[in-house]
């Protein structure tokens, strides 16, 4: 019979459906009550459309729209199947017009397209590091290739060029016990070094402060001020070098550990000692020196008595 157009052509094989079921219930159950089915094949849901089926219910073939109608990959009946009847499908192809340039997904059988219906879009089949890939405006990958980082390696050269670029706060390890180890020297060009620490450990036995990095340091009357300070809620605890005075100066008491240390020594003694009254105490007794106005008087602490020291003029 001659046709004006395209002849009526139905793609792809004929198949069995799998005995339909229930929304929600595998198991085709036929109760007189449920009328809407899903529809598979090898257990994958198939959307075709209704001319393209023959459905028999207990041997009779049941026509559409008369008998059903379909909607998706759900089958509806007319009339619910009754308990007891079985239930035959058979999916014929879907009608398409290759011509027409439009194939539908439920026109193709599962598992109906393989690697070998596929165009080759000459990629390689492979395992890419750092690749690049292409893909067109249909979705299909054209290109791939392995490419590579740029600077992975912590060379001096990538440091130089990498490092001043960082312009926000760096943090190396994390809240757990990690050890960050320089193998060589470290200089910190900053006005704040800040070190979050519970035991701060210098293998050196000499620190230097107001160190010029140039080497060339400044006169007494530049460091002026400079010093140690030991920080307080009550009160800062401080030593430190006084120009003026040409001394060090220390705004908290000084005490031995024990009485058994002396304050200079045989070979080394102070040359002069500026004091106000001179306490004297040692396991025998406790004596102050005071100092009058014309003359020097001894206090015995234990006993609270005063002696006057008789000093005769001889120039």
Same mark, same amino acid.
């Given at each position: @019979?001659?046709?004006?157009?395209?002849?009526?052509?139905?793609?792809?094989?004929?198949?069995?459906?799998?005995?339909?079921?229930?929304?929600?219930?595998?198991?085709?159950?036929?109760?007189?009550?449920? *009328?809407?089915?899903? @529809?598979?094949?090898?257990?994958?849901?198939?959307?075709?459309?209704?001319?393209?089926?023959?459905? @028999?219910?207990?041997?009779?073939?049941?026509?559409?729209?008369?008998?059903?109608?379909?909607?998706?990959?759900?089958?509806?009946?007319?009339?619910?199947?009754?308990?007891?009847?079985?239930?035959?499908?058979?999916?014929?192809?879907?009608?398409?017009? =290759?011509?027409?340039?439009?194939?539908?997904?439920?026109?193709?059988?599962?598992?109906?397209?393989?690697?070998?219906?596929?165009?080759?879009?000459?990629? &390689?089949?492979?395992?890419?590091?750092?690749?690049?890939?292409? =893909?067109?405006? *249909?979705?299909?990958?054209?290109?791939?290739?392995?490419?590579?980082?740029?600077?992975?390696? =912590? %060379?001096?050269?990538?440091?130089?060029?990498?490092?001043?670029?960082?312009?926000? %706060?760096?943090?190396?390890?994390?809240?757990?016990?990690?050890?960050?180890?320089?193998?060589?020297?470290?200089?910190?060009?900053?006005?704040?070094?800040?070190?979050?620490?519970?035991?701060?450990?210098?293998?050196?036995?000499?620190?230097?402060?107001?160190?010029?990095?140039?080497?060339?340091?400044?006169?007494?009357?530049?460091?002026?001020?400079?010093?140690?300070?030991?920080?307080?809620?009550? &009160?800062?605890?401080?030593?430190?070098?006084?120009?003026? *005075?040409?001394?060090?100066?220390?705004?908290?008491?000084?005490?031995?550990?024990?009485?058994?240390?002396?304050?200079?020594?045989? &070979?080394?003694?102070?040359? %002069?000692?500026?004091?106000?009254?001179?306490?004297?105490? %040692?396991?025998?007794? &406790?004596?102050?020196?005071?100092?009058?106005?014309?003359?020097?008087?001894?206090?015995?602490?234990?006993?609270?008595? =005063?002696?006057?020291?008789? @000093?005769?003029?001889?120039?």
């Amino acid at each position: @019979m001659p046709y004006i157009g395209h002849a009526p052509t139905n793609a792809g094989q004929f198949v069995l459906l799998d005995d339909i079921e229930t929304a929600g219930s595998p198991g085709g159950t036929f109760n007189g009550i449920l *009328d809407t089915f899903n @529809m598979k094949v090898s257990s994958v849901s198939v959307s075709p459309s209704a001319d393209n089926l023959l459905i @028999m219910l207990s041997g009779i073939v049941q026509e559409t729209p008369g008998s059903y109608t379909v909607s998706g990959s759900t089958i509806v009946f007319d009339d619910a199947p009754e308990t007891g009847m079985t239930f035959y499908g058979i999916l014929m192809g879907q009608s398409a017009s =290759v011509g027409a340039g439009t194939v539908t997904a439920a026109e193709i059988a599962p598992g109906a397209v393989g690697s070998s219906e596929l165009a080759s879009t000459a990629v &390689s089949a492979g395992s890419y590091t750092h690749s690049s890939i292409t =893909v067109d405006a *249909d979705g299909r990958l054209t290109s791939a290739s392995s490419g590579s980082v740029s600077d992975v390696d =912590v %060379n001096i050269s990538n440091l130089t060029a990498r490092l001043p670029q960082i312009t926000e %706060n760096v943090t190396i390890g994390d809240a757990t016990d990690v050890t960050v180890t320089i193998a060589g020297g470290l200089v910190v060009n900053g006005t704040t070094t800040t070190v979050n620490s519970t035991t701060l450990q210098i293998d050196d036995k000499n620190i230097e402060l107001a160190h010029s990095p140039s080497g060339s340091e400044g006169a007494d009357a530049s460091v002026d001020g400079g010093g140690i300070t030991l920080k307080s809620s009550d &009160s800062d605890k401080t030593i430190t070098w006084v120009d003026a *005075d040409d001394a060090w100066t220390f705004n908290q008491h000084i005490f031995p550990s024990s009485n058994a240390l002396d304050l200079g020594g045989a &070979s080394d003694p102070w040359r %002069n000692i500026y004091t106000s009254d001179l306490h004297l105490t %040692n396991e025998r007794g &406790s004596w102050t020196v005071i100092e009058e106005e014309d003359y020097l008087t001894l206090r015995n602490n234990k006993n609270d008595k =005063v002696y006057k020291l008789v @000093m005769e003029e001889i120039e």
